[in-house]
């Protein structure tokens, strides 16, 4: 398993009216905070969202961020996509004359080389790379059903014909927006993982090569709330967890709210208790999160907060996703 970080843009101030820190204060601590919490060694590095790209240290940002992972152990390769700034991609060009990793280029719909035969020869041109040097990431987006599945499986057939990729990779971002869910126990299909096992298995029949497998884990990237001011928002404490083909959201009453209705953490604890009730709880494989989850309804863990929350939600995730990967033909 390899993460792309993905680089957030800086944090507003709403009350000051300005960003709590500088464009070079955002970005110094990164390298650290990625070695401390990936300890794998390798990743891709994603700086689409970030507000500006000038210089760090004298340095691009990428290849600020780069040169400063591998002071810890992270080899970091930059994932680039036809949105990427030049400068951005000169970065890219650089950082594989020095460290030879090549690049992960990202393929959106409208990109792709059944679409846009040129989208992805000029971008490998532009950084002066070849098949064998690059990671392909084909990304379906929110499309899901057999219309998905079918065009992926032509685009996979495009882009053998153009050489042997050093990688490619399939996926999409099925979370669902959860604006208006219910408190109690919800489920959502998990519609990415759905098309992908689609295609890997018509591959496999068929005697090809299977692509990997990528998502977004719990969060959907187009709903990620950008420049929203956290003094005004109502949160309901929420857990979301990933079984085999679905996602169950378990929802309570307020964590953060006006006035005197928000519970704090404790508003967890009744809709884990709903949670572990729900027959596909703990499966198709237990995770640490697990046994977080009947540690916290035991008392002997402290609910904690949001940023808790979706840290455990994404380790459940990530050692589901694995185990289903590991037990595919």
């Known amino acids: 398993m390899l993460p792309v970080f993905r680089i957030p843009e800086r944090a507003w101030d709403y009350e000051n009216g300005r960003y709590y820190k500088t464009h070079e204060e955002h970005l110094s601590g990164v390298p650290e905070k990625l070695a401390s919490a990936w300890t794998g060694g390798r990743g891709y590095l ?9 210089a760090v240290q004298g340095k691009h940002p990428l290849t600020y961020l780069i040169d400063e992972a591998g002071t810890h152990s992270l080899e970091l390769t930059p994932l680039i996509s036809s949105i990427s700034t030049q400068g951005h991609l000169a970065a890219t060009s650089t950082a594989h004359r020095t460290f030879g990793r090549g690049a992960a280029i990202q393929l959106p719909q409208a990109d792709w080389t059944t679409i846009n035969p040129s989208a992805l020869s000029t971008l490998m041109s532009t950084v002066s790379l070849t098949p064998g040097e690059i990671d392909v990431i084909v990304d379906f987006e929110t499309s899901d059903g057999p219309v998905t599945e079918v065009a992926a499986i032509a685009e996979l057939a495009s882009l053998r014909s153009l050489g042997e ?20 126990t919800t489920e959502y299909p998990r519609k990415e993982w759905n098309v992908y096992t689609s295609i890997q298995n018509k591959l496999f029949q068929q005697g090809i090569v299977t692509p990997d497998f990528f998502d977004h884990a719990i969060q959907n990237p187009d ?3 950008l420049g929203v001011d956290p003094r005004f928002l109502s949160i ?5 967890y990933t079984v085999a083909e679905k996602w169950l959201v378990a929802k309570g009453e307020l964590f953060k709210g006006r006035g005197t209705s928000s519970k704090g953490g404790a508003a967890l604890i009744p809709p884990l208790e709903a949670l572990v009730r ?10 640490l999160a697990d046994d977080w989850i009947d540690a916290v309804i035991a008392k002997s863990e402290t609910p904690g907060a949001p940023q808790k929350w979706r840290e455990w939600a994404t380790v459940r995730h990530a050692e589901v996703t694995v185990f289903q990967l590991s037990s595919l033909p």
Not at 46 to 54: A, K, Y
Not at 278 to 287: I, K, L, V
């Open 223 to 225: 709903l990620i709330e």
């Open 236 to 240: 309901s404490a929420t857990l979301r």
């Open 278 to 287: 729900h027959p596909e709880y703990a499966t198709p494989t237990r995770s």
């Open 46 to 54: 994603d700086l689409s969202l970030l507000d500006r790209n000038d």
């Open 165 to 184: 990729f050093r990688s490619v990779t399939v996926g999409g971002a099925g979370f669902p927006d959860l604006a208006g869910v219910p408190q109690g």
